[in-house]
């Protein structure tokens, strides 16, 4: 008798020296002398947690209950190792290369780092692996159950549920000590890997052993065996072709899509050339696990009482023949199913949650960026991954409690297979489709989801348990065509395929439709290509060293950066340093990470870190790296511009400056002529009134000569005054502080008033006018139109250089103006000088004749402007000829 | 006969008081209009003083002075220049190309007197 007490302490030790083989792995992965612990045994060894305590226990179970369609599990694998490793290589790749931590992990990062996705991706996971886990812990307790009634005592509800608990609570410890140790995903567990390749190792031999003793021990050989079978109802099972392929299909798909297979095929990948040894080697290992399943089940419903649970027989039949060892072995077996599988799927689950999850919720809440490496985030996300350990099993615990252990190994594996291969479209889609969006993945995923939860998951826990039973046979709200397990009126298939079939079809629609209906975003675009194309940069994956770079091909690479000069300058100091002789030193690590320093000054960080990684080769650049360069390069963009507008704008404010300034030197140099001809203009006659009335104010100067002089001094003394007049006229002109006094009047009077005050009639000067046309009435400041004429006729009298001066005054009438014309007799003005002339003391002719300051034009010209007229020179007149323009009104 | 003074001015009144004041000091004053011309003038009566105005109708003063203290003949005649300007620059000018005084309208009679006084006895 095998006393439970014994059972326990066995289990324990056994957990205990899982514990040795972890610490050991890991002493020595850390040591780097580890070199099998990276060989692809392992590997393959590893992959075997696909087989869980459902196919340790169940596969006999299934095969006592539905004949040979147990086989399909193993097949789907089998087909996917064998038919398809070139997809696993290409998951490999890709999980490699984007440092991939979980299946959520990749989702999301294909369609450009998806928060949505990712947490999508997780909740299937942790919906469909939590009752995965909850079978592990069922068959775990009982399996202890069976040895207590072997051992006497029939356990009820509570020593069941109790075992459970403990049993989770172990899993979890273990699970923590060795599955948290590390936060980089990129450093493998080690230890866990090679725990798990232990438990495999350990239940395959104990199925092979119980397997044998049942053939050639109780059996009678393999000839009686298959007497044996053919007898036995299995044969009798009726295979259904859809059912068949369904499953095939799930197992298959299962196998990559389940997150501890991720986690064990691509977390978990020292070398992407495993995959070759494994893609047979496993194989073989499914082979063997099946070999012996249909012998233990017929054996075992041949001499077992009816009615004993067939999911159990690899125990019982050992322990009905007194084999308490081999059933120890057996126990031990199913034992290191249920925890290696555990173990990596609430890894790969814990990981899941805390990373897609429970961080980003964190880091949103304390805004702190990038903070992946400083130390108190670190221990954030150890913590969190560890909360979500316990978080895993408890609810594989839960759920084990809420369901009763009830259901049938199997099933349950089959609801968490057809939960978990949702992922398949969208993963399968993300690797091979460019055109595949975020927004269809997101469409597919729910959808999918959806589906499951409503026509598999939800009915499994039974009719009434959480879908009524009333909404199960006649639909939600009376809408038949949305029953649960007749979606669209479609009755009467097995519920299995119904649900895969639908969740699929509908899955994989929306996926695709929404993919093309929408436009991925650029980050998906780049990380589409990186997924697509991984295969066809380069061929090697295996880990790369610092010794792949040729300091030739560094050197040539920097110098292309910093410049020939600063390039072989910091090569040679370093070949210095390091007692070579010439320019290319050694490559280390420390001289690599000093290169990057410096190329990141010139190039930015982001930039330097891609060339080197191209450099180093095998890393390969990430799409953060480029996606990084690109908004280093944007940023240089960016700022380039902004210095290019703000140099425009320099140019543009000097040059305004330099208008401004040319403007006022050319005003300042007007003033200072204007002054300088102001001041000539002033002195010149004050010269003379002073000499003069010193003169005069001597007493030997003869009478007629007093007179004279006096006169002189009289005269300049007007011209003085008269200069004071116009330069203060013009000043009012030209501020536009002149107030006109608009009068109504007859062109003819103005021009008699002007005539006269010119003193034209003297007759010096012959004036000769048109009467009829001066005949026109004129609305204006009358008093400034005459000052105009007056200077004029004045110019006329005083430049006319004709013996018989003469003036003709012409006045024509326009649309809206009149135009006066006054044309001499004289020699006219040469074409330089009609612009000249109305400019403020401009005299082309001897200015002692002139008499005037050279200001009468620009006076004109000034009133003329207020008038809304003007005063122009008028060419071509044989003599001298001005017109004014001047509007009626 | 009182030593002779070119007077090269335009403005007639000035002129007139000009050739008053040096006439009754003694001096023979020659007067000349145009700055075009003034050279030939110079050249053919080479003055023991030339007064000099700088607004000249033709040519300027300075241009006339500048062709003076160039030419053989008349390079060591002293030259008072006048200004009805008065600014810095023309007195600045004047220095440069060589004038021996400069003088700012308007003037009084004695200074005139003074200075061509001065200026042809030293």
């Given at each position: 008798?095998?006393?439970?007490?014994?059972?326990?302490?066995?289990?324990?030790?056994?957990?205990a020296?899982?514990?040795?083989?972890?610490?050991?792995?890991?002493?020595?992965a850390?040591?780097g002398?580890?070199r099998?612990?990276?060989?692809?045994?392992?590997?393959?060894?590893s992959?075997?947690?696909?087989?869980?305590?459902?196919t340790?226990?169940?596969?006999?179970g299934?095969?006592?209950?539905?004949?040979?369609?147990?086989?399909?599990?193993?097949?789907g694998?089998?087909l996917?190792?064998?038919?398809?490793?070139?997809?696993?290589r290409?998951?490999?790749?890709?999980?490699?290369?984007?440092?991939?931590?979980?299946?959520a992990?990749?989702?999301s990062?294909?369609?450009?780092?998806?928060?949505?996705l990712g947490?999508?991706v997780t909740?299937?996971?942790?919906?469909?692996?939590?009752?995965?886990?909850?079978?592990?812990?069922?068959?775990?307790?009982?399996s202890?159950?069976?040895f207590?009634?072997?051992?006497g005592?029939?356990?009820?509800?509570?020593?069941?549920?109790?075992?459970?608990?403990?049993v989770?609570?172990g899993?979890a410890?273990?699970t923590?000590?060795?599955g948290?140790?590390?936060?980089?995903?990129?450093?493998?567990?080690h230890?866990i890997?090679?725990?798990?390749?232990?438990?495999?190792?350990?239940?395959?031999?104990?199925?092979?052993?119980v397997g044998v003793?049942?053939?050639?021990?109780?059996?009678?050989?393999?000839?009686?065996?298959m007497?044996?079978?053919?007898?036995?109802?299995?044969?009798?099972?009726?295979?259904?072709?859809?059912?068949?392929?369904t499953?095939i299909f799930?197992?298959?798909?299962?196998f990559?899509?389940?997150?501890r297979?991720?986690?064990?095929?691509?977390v978990?990948?020292a070398?992407?050339?495993h995959?070759?040894?494994?893609s047979?080697?496993?194989?073989l290992?499914?082979?063997?696990?099946?070999?012996?399943?249909?012998?233990?089940a017929?054996?075992?419903?041949?001499?077992?009482?009816?009615?004993?649970?067939?999911?159990?027989?690899?125990?019982?039949?050992?322990?009905?023949?007194?084999?308490?060892?081999?059933?120890?072995?057996?126990?031990?077996?199913?034992?290191?199913?249920?925890?290696?599988?555990?173990?990596?799927?609430t890894?790969?689950?814990?990981?899941?949650v805390?990373?897609?999850?429970?961080v980003?919720i964190?880091?949103?809440?304390?805004?702190?960026?990038?903070?992946?490496?400083?130390?108190d985030?670190?221990?954030?996300?150890l913590?969190?991954?560890?909360?979500?350990?316990?978080?895993?099993?408890?609810?594989?615990f839960?759920y084990?409690?809420?369901s009763?252990?009830g259901t049938s190994?199997a099933?349950?594996?089959?609801?968490?297979f057809?939960?978990?291969?949702?992922?398949?479209?969208?993963m399968?889609g993300?690797l091979?489709?460019?055109?595949?969006?975020r927004i269809g993945a997101?469409?597919?995923?729910?959808i999918?989801?959806?589906?499951?939860?409503?026509t598999?998951?939800?009915?499994?826990f039974?009719?009434g348990?959480i879908i009524?039973?009333?909404?199960?046979?006649?639909?939600?709200?009376?809408l038949?065509?949305?029953?649960?397990?007749?979606?669209?009126?479609?009755?009467?298939?097995?519920?299995?395929?119904?649900?895969?079939?639908?969740?699929?079809?509908?899955?994989?629609?929306?996926?695709v439709s929404?993919s093309?209906?929408?436009?991925?975003?650029?980050?998906?675009r780049?990380?589409?290509?990186q997924?697509?194309?991984?295969?066809?940069?380069?061929?090697?994956?295996?880990?790369?060293?610092?010794?792949?770079?040729?300091?030739e091909d560094l050197?040539?690479?920097?110098?292309?950066?910093?410049?020939?000069?600063?390039?072989?300058a910091i090569f040679?100091?370093?070949a210095?340093?390091?007692?070579?002789?010439?320019?290319?030193?050694?490559?280390?690590?420390?001289?690599?990470?000093?290169?990057?320093?410096?190329?990141?000054?010139?190039?930015?960080a982001?930039?330097a870190?891609?060339?080197?990684?191209?450099m180093?080769?095998?890393?390969?650049?990430?799409?953060?790296?480029?996606i990084?360069?690109?908004?280093e390069?944007a940023?240089?963009l960016e700022?380039?511009?902004?210095?290019?507008?703000?140099?425009?704008?320099?140019e543009?404010?000097?040059?305004?400056?330099?208008?401004?300034n040319?403007?006022?030197?050319a005003?300042s140099?007007q003033?200072?002529a204007?002054?300088?001809?102001?001041?000539h203009?002033?002195?010149?006659?004050?010269?003379s009134?002073?000499?003069?009335s010193e003169?005069?104010?001597?007493?030997?100067?003869?009478?007629?000569?007093?007179e004279?002089y006096?006169?002189?001094?009289?005269?300049?003394?007007?011209r003085?005054?008269?200069?004071?007049?116009d330069?203060l006229?013009?000043?009012v002109?030209?501020?536009?502080?002149?107030?006109?006094n608009?009068?109504?009047?007859?062109m003819?009077?103005?021009?008699?008033?002007?005539?006269?005050?010119?003193?034209?009639?003297?007759?010096d000067?012959?004036?000769?006018?048109?009467p009829?046309a001066?005949?026109v009435?004129?609305?204006?400041?009358l008093?400034?139109?005459?000052?105009?004429?007056i200077?004029?006729?004045?110019?006329?009298?005083?430049y006319c250089?004709?013996?018989e001066?003469?003036?003709r005054?012409?006045?024509?009438e326009?649309?809206?103006a009149y135009?006066?014309?006054?044309?001499?007799?004289?020699?006219?003005?040469?074409?330089?000088?009609q612009?000249?002339?109305f400019?403020?003391?401009?005299?082309?002719?001897?200015?002692?004749?002139a008499?005037?300051?050279?200001?009468g034009?620009?006076?004109?010209?000034?009133i003329?402007?207020r008038?809304?007229?003007?005063?122009?020179?008028?060419?071509?007149?044989?003599?001298?000829a001005?017109?004014?323009?001047v509007?009626?009104? | 006969?009182?030593?002779?003074?070119?007077?090269?001015?335009d403005?007639?009144n000035?002129i007139e008081a000009?050739?008053?004041?040096?006439?009754?000091?003694?001096?023979t004053?020659?007067?000349?209009e145009?700055?075009l011309?003034?050279?030939?003038k110079?050249?053919?009566l080479?003055p023991?003083?030339v007064?000099l105005?700088v607004?000249?109708p033709?040519?300027?003063?300075?241009d006339?002075?500048?062709?003076?203290r160039s030419?053989?003949?008349?390079?060591?005649?002293?030259?008072?220049?006048?200004?009805?300007?008065?600014?810095?620059?023309?007195?600045?000018?004047?220095a440069?190309l060589?004038?021996?005084?400069?003088?700012?309208?308007?003037?009084?009679?004695a200074?005139?007197?003074d200075?061509?006084?001065?200026?042809?006895?030293?």
């Amino acid at each position: 008798m095998l006393t439970f007490n014994l059972l326990v302490a066995v289990a324990l030790v056994y957990v205990a020296g899982l514990f040795v083989v972890a610490f050991l792995a890991e002493r020595q992965a850390a040591s780097g002398h580890a070199r099998w612990l990276k060989s692809p045994l392992i590997y393959t060894l590893s992959l075997s947690i696909y087989c869980t305590a459902w196919t340790f226990y169940g596969a006999v179970g299934y095969a006592a209950r539905s004949g040979l369609e147990f086989v399909t599990i193993y097949l789907g694998p089998t087909l996917v190792m064998i038919g398809w490793w070139a997809m696993l290589r290409r998951l490999v790749r890709v999980g490699r290369e984007q440092r991939i931590t979980s299946i959520a992990d990749l989702i999301s990062s294909r369609f450009g780092k998806s928060t949505q996705l990712g947490v999508i991706v997780t909740l299937i996971c942790l919906v469909a692996g939590t009752p995965y886990v909850a079978l592990q812990l069922q068959s775990v307790t009982l399996s202890f159950a069976i040895f207590a009634q072997d051992a006497g005592t029939v356990w009820q509800a509570g020593d069941l549920n109790a075992a459970a608990g403990w049993v989770a609570f172990g899993l979890a410890v273990f699970t923590v000590l060795f599955g948290t140790r590390n936060l980089d995903a990129n450093e493998r567990h080690h230890g866990i890997v090679m725990a798990i390749a232990v438990e495999a190792v350990v239940k395959l031999v104990a199925l092979v052993a119980v397997g044998v003793f049942v053939v050639w021990g109780i059996g009678g050989g393999p000839s009686t065996i298959m007497q044996s079978i053919e007898a036995s109802p299995i044969e009798l099972w009726d295979q259904s072709g859809g059912r068949w392929a369904t499953l095939i299909f799930l197992s298959a798909a299962a196998f990559i899509c389940l997150p501890r297979m991720f986690q064990v095929l691509v977390v978990e990948n020292a070398d992407e050339r495993h995959l070759r040894v494994a893609s047979w080697a496993f194989p073989l290992y499914l082979l063997l696990m099946s070999l012996f399943v249909v012998p233990i089940a017929v054996v075992g419903l041949d001499l077992l009482p009816a009615g004993s649970n067939p999911d159990l027989f690899v125990l019982t039949l050992p322990l009905s023949q007194g084999r308490e060892g081999l059933a120890m072995l057996s126990f031990l077996g199913g034992f290191s199913s249920a925890t290696s599988m555990v173990i990596v799927a609430t890894i790969a689950m814990a990981t899941m949650v805390s990373n897609n999850i429970i961080v980003p919720i964190w880091l949103h809440r304390f805004k702190q960026p990038s903070a992946v490496f400083s130390g108190d985030v670190r221990e954030v996300i150890l913590l969190s991954r560890r909360i979500s350990i316990a978080c895993v099993l408890a609810l594989g615990f839960i759920y084990y409690r809420v369901s009763g252990g009830g259901t049938s190994l199997a099933a349950i594996g089959l609801v968490s297979f057809a939960g978990v291969v949702q992922i398949l479209p969208v993963m399968l889609g993300g690797l091979f489709w460019r055109g595949a969006t975020r927004i269809g993945a997101g469409l597919g995923l729910s959808i999918g989801l959806t589906v499951w939860l409503w026509t598999l998951f939800l009915p499994s826990f039974g009719a009434g348990a959480i879908i009524p039973t009333a909404v199960l046979e006649n639909g939600p709200f009376g809408l038949g065509w949305l029953r649960p397990q007749a979606l669209f009126g479609i009755e009467g298939i097995d519920p299995l395929i119904h649900c895969v079939m639908w969740s699929m079809l509908l899955n994989s629609l929306f996926f695709v439709s929404g993919s093309l209906l929408s436009f991925p975003l650029p980050l998906e675009r780049l990380q589409g290509a990186q997924f697509v194309n991984v295969l066809d940069r380069g061929t090697s994956a295996s880990p790369w060293t610092v010794a792949d770079a040729g300091a030739e091909d560094l050197l040539v690479m920097v110098q292309r950066i910093l410049g020939s000069d600063e390039a072989q300058a910091i090569f040679q100091k370093e070949a210095e340093r390091q007692g070579k002789t010439g320019y290319l030193p050694e490559v280390t690590t420390q001289f690599i990470e000093q290169l990057e320093k410096r190329l990141s000054g010139s190039v930015g960080a982001a930039t330097a870190h891609a060339m080197i990684g191209q450099m180093t080769g095998g890393s390969g650049v990430r799409v953060e790296d480029l996606i990084a360069v690109a908004d280093e390069a944007a940023q240089i963009l960016e700022y380039s511009n902004r210095l290019e507008a703000k140099s425009a704008e320099q140019e543009r404010t000097a040059r305004a400056l330099r208008q401004a300034n040319e403007k006022l030197k050319a005003l300042s140099i007007q003033k200072d002529a204007f002054l300088s001809q102001i001041s000539h203009e002033l002195r010149t006659p004050m010269t003379s009134i002073r000499s003069f009335s010193e003169i005069l104010g001597d007493t030997d100067v003869a009478a007629d000569a007093r007179e004279r002089y006096a006169q002189i001094i009289q005269d300049e003394a007007v011209r003085l005054t008269r200069l004071l007049d116009d330069l203060l006229d013009l000043a009012v002109l030209e501020n536009g502080q002149v107030t006109l006094n608009k009068q109504s009047g007859i062109m003819r009077d103005l021009i008699d008033r002007a005539v006269q005050a010119s003193g034209a009639q003297s007759g010096d000067l012959a004036v000769l006018r048109e009467p009829l046309a001066e005949e026109v009435p004129i609305t204006t400041d009358l008093d400034r139109l005459v000052q105009v004429f007056i200077n004029l006729i004045a110019n006329a009298r005083k430049y006319c250089d004709r013996p018989e001066p003469k003036l003709r005054i012409v006045v024509s009438e326009r649309d809206f103006a009149y135009h006066i014309d006054f044309v001499d007799n004289g020699s006219g003005i040469s074409p330089q000088n009609q612009q000249v002339i109305f400019e403020k003391f401009s005299r082309i002719t001897d200015q002692g004749k002139a008499g005037g300051a050279g200001l009468g034009l620009a006076i004109c010209r000034e009133i003329m402007h207020r008038l809304g007229g003007d005063v122009s020179y008028l060419p071509g007149q044989y003599g001298t000829a001005f017109r004014v323009v001047v509007p009626k009104t | 006969m009182g030593k002779r003074v070119l007077l090269i001015e335009d403005e007639p009144n000035i002129i007139e008081a000009i050739s008053f004041i040096l006439s009754r000091d003694g001096w023979t004053v020659h007067t000349h209009e145009d700055g075009l011309t003034a050279m030939d003038k110079l050249r053919s009566l080479p003055p023991d003083l030339v007064i000099l105005d700088v607004m000249l109708p033709g040519r300027s003063g300075f241009d006339i002075l500048r062709d003076l203290r160039s030419s053989e003949t008349t390079k060591n005649i002293p030259v008072m220049m006048l200004t009805a300007r008065g600014q810095d620059k023309d007195r600045d000018m004047a220095a440069r190309l060589g004038a021996t005084h400069f003088m700012t309208k308007p003037f009084s009679n004695a200074e005139v007197r003074d200075l061509v006084r001065n200026l042809i006895e030293a």
